[in-house]
């Protein structure tokens, strides 16, 4: 099977013989994915010329409709995208849902805040400026669709949530998408794609899709299209020196990796229900998608004193992770995505060894799945004593079941190590004491796009610190991309220019008259 691309609202098999893609558990290949002989630029003028202003004559709750359709559709065929999660992806059912449903769930949240903007196509932004003494003479903010295209770079982790998240906001924008998945797990993005496309519920040119290699596309893109782009910080900084991308600036988004935080509070002792939520957490945010996650947790700094009883804790924990073949009973763990990437992760581990001592790591025995072939690694729980002088544990993210503990002694140096990350996308805290909670959120904050508090009443309700929810930002600065996605309406200002209008005071208003409000 030769996964085809979905171009000029057309679906056009690529040439030549294609990229493989595999079952990471078995090494059985799949699918093919080729993107070779297609005409990308013909592509991305179709959606600008077709899509843009087919969704553009939409209003906002038009396209709430249509993208509510969207969610529908993929709901009618959710199993089937289980079984392609679980044979491309190695996903579990856990891990099958955060991916598959967070994709549903992005898509029915926004379908239903775009309802709530009514029948309008303009958004206003604020209130009417004054400009001189003339109180006839004003200003006024308005938000316009971007006329270009919407270019999604995926990263592989995610064919799913990656996928819609980005797609919700720039359809419910008004502005159309053209979505490149990585290529190692595209079928599932391709059967998405092609159930929406079967169903009609879209306009033409407003959904597209490349699957296999980008080639060229980012030489095309124009001033008026907006990138966004997920994966790794250095994919990120080679598509950022892109000569189109610098010569003619479109909005360029980045969601790289990260080294993210997970901070135990000195109060959160052994036998304090704060020491066993972060016990959960870390253990948690290792295992699922066998740690294959950019929110994943990186670093769990602990005070000192605690340092010894989180490792046992840690360790008897992870313990209990049955890894193997996703499709076995009782399997909490499946492979890392493909043997490149098991191979990467085992770099990092080797990496990061001249910095740590392994509290867990090394043994594995994948349940009802062969060692060789299958792509595994086992949870692997570091310790870094010695955290203010290292450089490894910081920088190098490895993108697997892979943790470090590192010690701390004091808020200020808790913060000055999760800033050793150059910028992440999240921290968590787990503390039962108000004030240290604070003062460590407001050291972190502007060193994350996203900090979870937790304490034991909140313990039971909490999304996740690795779970990104629809109506909170996703994001980070430095290392993790510098970017901004979703956010409820927020993240509708990425694919909308804003405008300044200057001019006659009734003439304003009535220009806006049927505008909808951003107030955030
Ligand atoms: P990657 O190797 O950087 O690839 C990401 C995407 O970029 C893929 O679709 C890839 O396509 C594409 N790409 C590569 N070269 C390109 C080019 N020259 N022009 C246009 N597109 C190009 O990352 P990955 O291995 O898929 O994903 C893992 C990384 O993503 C991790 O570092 C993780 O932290 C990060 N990530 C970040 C977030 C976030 O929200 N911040 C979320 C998930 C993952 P091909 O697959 O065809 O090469």
Known sequence: MKLANYVMSEWVEGAGAGTPLVDPTTGEELARASSDGIDIAATLNH???????????????????????????????????????????????????????????????????????????????????????????????ILTPRPGVAIHINAFNFPS??????????????????????????????EMVRDVVTADVLPAGALSLICG????????????????????????QGLRANSAVVTNGPRFNVEADSLNTCLLGPDATPG???FDLFIREVAREMTVKAGQKCTAIRRALVPAASLDAVAQALEARL???????????GVTMGPIVNKAQQQSVQDGIATLASETTMVTGADLAPVGADAETGCFVAPTLLRCTDAKNATAVHQVEVFGPVS??????????????AEMGGGSLTASIFTGDDAFAAE???????????????????????????????????????????GEELGGLRGLRFYHQRTAIQGRLDRLEAMTADASELTV
């Open 47 to 141: 959606a600008r010329a077709t899509g843009g202003p087919a969704l553009c004559a939409m209003s906002f709750a038009e396209r709430a409709a249509a993208i509510r359709k969207i969610a529908d559709t993929l709901t009618e065929n959710r199993d089937k995208y289980f079984t392609i999660a679980q044979a491309n992806s190695g996903n579990t059912a856990i891990d099958a849902m955060i991916d598959i449903d967070g994709g549903i769930g992005t898509l029915k949240y926004f379908a239903a805040i775009g309802k709530g903007l009514g029948d309008a196509r303009l958004l206003k932004d604020g209130t009417m400026e004054h400009l001189a003494k003339d109180e006839n003479f004003r200003a006024t903010h």
């Open 161 to 190: 949530w990656g996928l819609w998240e980005k797609a919700a906001v720039s359809l419910l924008s008004g502005v159309p998408v053209l979505a490149k998945p990585a290529t190692a797990t595209a079928q599932l993005s391709y």
């Open 213 to 236: 290699s980008a080639r060229d596309l980012l030489d095309h893109v124009t001033g008026f299209d907006t990138v966004a782009f997920t994966g790794s910080a250095d994919t990120a």
């Open 272 to 274: 304090t229900a704060e």
């Open 319 to 329: 313990a209990k992770t049955v890894v193997g073949n996703p499709r076995e009973e």
């Open 404 to 417: 470090t503990l590192i010690p701390y002694d004091g808020k200020a140096e808790a913060v000055a190590l």
């Open 440 to 482: 460590a959120t407001l050291g972190l904050a502007p060193r994350h796009g996203r900090v979870l508090v937790i304490d034991e009443s909140v313990g039971k309700s909490s999304t996740g610190h690795g779970i990104v929810m629809p109506m909170c930002i996703h994001g980070g600065p430095g290392r993790a991309g510098g």
